[in-house]
């Protein structure tokens, strides 16, 4: 079992940026996958991004390529995810996710692949 906290949300102004991490406790970091879900006020939980157990392959949503990165230090047992050029369509509750199962980041972009899951961090982003 592995145990998830998310720290990094806050309040930024439209065009900002964030770093948010996701430490990681519990079983061997590097044999999950990871990934990054939001989930918005009256909407439903969608992906961000995941990667890989090695972090070779990653995956991020259409929306958001080019502006978001995912990358992990297993070394640190914690996961990245960086958000620059924020608006106000990414205000939400962001969650961090490990998953057993092995794919590339395109395979992990579902939820029902993630086992394990951090409290979430809220991201404000003010227009």
């Known amino acids: 079992q592995v145990q998830l906290v998310e720290s990094g949300g806050g309040l930024v102004q439209a065009g900002g940026s964030l770093r948010l991490s996701c430490a990681a406790s519990?079983?061997?970091?590097?044999?999950?996958?990871m990934g990054w879900f939001r989930q918005a006020p009256g909407k439903e939980r969608e992906v961000v991004a995941a990667?890989?157990?090695?972090?070779?392959?990653?995956y991020y949503a259409d929306s958001l390529k080019g502006r978001f990165t995912v990358s992990r230090d297993n070394a640190k047992t914690t996961v990245y995810l960086q958000m620059n050029s924020l608006n106000s369509k990414d205000t939400a509750v962001y969650y961090c996710?490990?998953?057993?199962?092995?794919?590339?980041?395109?395979?992990?972009?579902?939820?029902?692949?993630?086992?394990?899951w951090g409290q979430g961090t809220q991201v404000t982003v003010s227009s």
């Open positions: 996710a490990a998953s057993v199962e092995y794919g590339s980041g395109y395979q992990l972009r579902y939820e029902y692949k993630y086992a394990y």
């Open positions: 519990g079983r061997t970091f590097s044999m999950y996958a």
């Open positions: 990667i890989s157990w090695s972090g070779g392959s990653t």
